[in-house]
């Protein structure tokens, strides 16, 4: 009787075993790869002496950031020293924020545009 009992569990076993392992067969897979991530940079849309300030917008549209500018702020464009007016619509910046003061901001020239063959444009 005692070695039946231990069949039978033995044999339960072995079924919840092959169902576990069938189970992970099937939903134990990785998830699909998901769509490639776009990242999201903002671009001066104006930058102005006069008033001490830059306006950037988020490459997808959706938000507009006003950035004061000081003389402490430290301004590059590719990596050089630059000034507000230096600055122009359409490049790209990364910039840093103290408080509601612009503490730095690097900009990069934005590429020429293409000719209407459809190539870079030449210089």
């Known amino acids: 009787m005692q070695r039946n009992v231990k069949s039978i569990l033995f044999i339960a076993l072995a079924v919840m075993l092959a169902m576990g392992s069938g189970y992970a067969a099937k939903h134990g897979k990785p998830p699909p790869p998901s769509k490639p991530h776009t990242t999201s940079?903002?671009?001066?849309?104006?930058?102005?002496?006069?008033?001490s300030s830059?306006?950037?917008q988020k490459s997808d549209g959706s938000t507009n950031l006003t950035l004061t500018?000081?003389?402490s702020t430290k301004i590059t464009v590719s990596g050089k020293p630059a000034k507000i007016a230096d600055l122009q619509s359409g490049m790209k910046v990364t910039f840093s924020v103290s408080g509601n003061l612009?503490?730095?901001?690097d900009a990069v020239a934005a590429?020429?545009?293409p000719d209407k063959k459809g190539g870079?444009?030449?210089n």
């Open 41 to 51: 940079y903002w671009a001066i849309s104006s930058a102005d002496s006069a008033s």
């Open 120 to 122: 870079k444009k030449k």
């Open 111 to 113: 590429p020429p545009p």
């Open 69 to 71: 500018v000081t003389s």
């Open 102 to 105: 612009c503490s730095s901001l």
């Open 54 to 56: 830059v306006t950037l």
